[in-house]
C-alpha cells in the first residue's frame, strides 16, 4: 500500500495513490485486471484475436519493404510531420491512400486513435452537434469530449433517432459513425446515415477502420460500397494496422478539410510523425491488395464460414457484416476463462471485458484470416463450440 500524509490535527488523509490501490482492488474483485500476453515469435497458435485479416502483417513483401525503409530513412521519423516527420514515404502514401479509397486527399497519422482525435476536434467546436452512435470505439467518443461541441448520444444503429437529434440544432451538426462496429462486427445503416445529414446540413464522419480492405469493390472501404466515395460531406478514418498488417491510421476526404487538419489538428502539429518502416510497410500492403484483390472477398467467406459452423454447434455469434465476430458471454470471469481454455487448445480469441462493454456483456470476438482453409474454419469452430461454459448457448 502507499503511504499516507499525515496531519497535524487528524488522521492520515488518504493521498491519490491510496486511491489507486482501491481501485486496483476493485477490479481485481470483479475480475477486471488486464495484464498484456506476450506472443512468442514461435508461437504455435491461430490468432483469430489480431486484425491482420488480409494475413499482410507477415507478407514477404510487406516486412521487405519495412526493413528496406528502415536502412534508408531510420528506424523513426525524428520529428513531427510539421518538422522533420514527413518523408517521401509519407506523402506517397497518402496519394496512393486517396487514389485507393477515392478521396480528394489523405492525411497519415501515427495511429488510428490520434486519427479520429484529429478528425472530430478539429471539425467539430463549441458551436457544433455532434452526434454519436452509442457503440462507437473508445477514440471516437474520446474525440468527442475533447472536441468543445455538445454531444449527443443515440441508440445503436438508429438513422431515426439521430435525424430527430439533428433536426433540433441550430448549429453545424455531425454524425459520427463506424462503418463495421469493433466488438461485434455489425455494420451501421450508412445509406439512410447519409440522407439523414443530407437532410439536416450535417457531416457524416465515419470511421471505417474494420472497413478498409473487407468491404467495397477490392477492398476500397465503405464508401465503394456505398458508392459515394467522392463525396463532398463525408470525411473517413482508416486505420494501417488491420487490413493493411503495418501501424498508423490516416483521415481521408476532401482537400479542405485534409488542409485545414493540417494547420490545425493537434495530433498532427504535435505529434512524432509515423515511422517510415511502418509507412512502407502499409504502402507495400496496399499494393499487394491492389495486383490480389481476392483477398478481401475471401476473408468475408471465411466469417461467413465461422458464423455458420459456429450457430449450427449451438454458438450463439453475432453476423458479421465485415471480418469480425461477437459471441455474447455475460460475466467478465467466465469470458477470461473461456478464452483461457480456446488458448489452450491453440486458438487465441479476443475477450472483450468492461469498460471495451457494458458490464456483464463480456464478448469473445474472433477476427476472421483470409488464409483459412475449410477445414481450420470447422476446427476453430469446435474448439470454442467443445471449451463454451455450460449455459452459454
Known amino acids: 500500500m502507499s503511504p499516507r500524509s499525515t496531519t497535524p490535527d487528524g488522521p492520515a488523509r488518504e493521498t491519490v495513490f491510496d486511491r489507486l490501490d482501491r481501485e486496483a482492488e476493485r477490479r481485481d474483485r470483479a475480475g477486471l485486471t488486464r495484464r498484456p500476453p506476450t506472443r512468442s515469435a514461435r508461437e504455435n497458435t491461430l490468432d483469430l484475436a489480431g486484425n491482420d485479416y488480409l494475413g499482410l502483417a507477415t507478407h514477404r513483401a510487406v516486412t521487405e519493404a519495412a526493413s528496406d525503409a528502415a536502412r534508408r530513412w531510420g528506424a523513426g521519423s525524428t520529428g513531427s510531420r510539421l518538422v522533420t516527420g514527413t518523408t517521401e514515404l509519407h506523402t506517397t502514401l497518402e496519394t496512393e491512400l486517396a487514389e485507393f479509397y477515392g478521396t480528394e486527399s489523405a492525411l497519415v497519422f501515427s495511429s488510428g486513435y490520434t486519427a479520429n482525435l484529429a478528425m472530430i476536434t478539429a471539425l467539430a467546436d463549441e458551436r457544433s452537434l455532434l452526434v454519436s452512435d452509442r457503440h462507437n470505439h473508445a477514440s471516437l467518443i474520446d474525440g468527442c469530449r475533447l472536441s468543445r461541441a455538445e454531444v449527443r448520444i443515440v441508440d445503436h444503429a438508429d438513422p431515426d433517432a439521430a435525424a430527430n437529434e439533428l433536426s433540433r440544432s441550430p448549429g453545424a451538426g455531425l454524425l459520427l459513425t463506424e462503418s463495421v462496429f469493433s466488438v461485434d462486427g455489425d455494420t451501421a ?12 446540413g450535417a457531416a457524416l464522419l465515419l470511421d471505417d477502420a474494420h472497413g478498409l480492405g473487407v468491404l467495397g469493390e477490392g477492398g476500397a472501404g465503405a464508401l465503394s460500397e456505398l458508392g459515394v466515395r467522392a463525396a463532398p460531406d ?49 504502402a507495400a500492403a496496399l499494393g499487394v491488395l491492389r495486383e490480389r484483390p481476392e483477398r478481401h472477398a475471401r476473408v468475408r467467406e471465411v466469417a461467413e464460414g465461422l458464423h455458420r459452423e459456429l450457430v449450427r454447434r449451438g454458438v450463439p455469434a453475432s453476423r458479421p457484416g465485415a471480418a469480425v465476430l461477437g459471441i455474447p458471454v455475460g460475466g467478465a470471469d467466465t469470458a477470461v476463462a473461456w478464452a483461457a481454455a480456446c488458448l489452450r487448445r491453440g486458438v487465441r480469441v479476443g475477450c472483450f471485458r468492461p469498460p471495451s462493454v457494458p458490464d456483464g456483456d463480456a464478448r469473445l470476438r474472433l477476427t476472421a484470416r483470409a488464409e483459412l482453409g475449410s477445414e481450420r474454419i470447422t476446427e476453430v469452430a469446435a474448439v470454442i463450440a467443445e471449451t463454451a461454459p455450460e449455459g452459454s448457448g
Not at 189 to 200: F, G, I, Q, T
Not at 250 to 269: S, W, Y
Open 189 to 200: 445503416p450508412l445509406r439512410d446515415s447519409l440522407r439523414v445529414c443530407r437532410a439536416n
Open 234 to 282: 463525408v470525411v473517413s478514418t482508416v486505420t494501417l494496422s488491420k487490413s493493411l498488417g503495418a501501424q498508423g491510421g490516416a483521415v481521408l476526404g476532401p482537400h479542405r478539410v485534409i488542409e485545414h487538419l493540417r494547420q490545425t489538428a493537434r495530433t498532427f502539429v504535435f505529434d512524432t510523425g509515423l515511422a517510415p518502416p511502418a509507412v512502407a510497410a502499409a
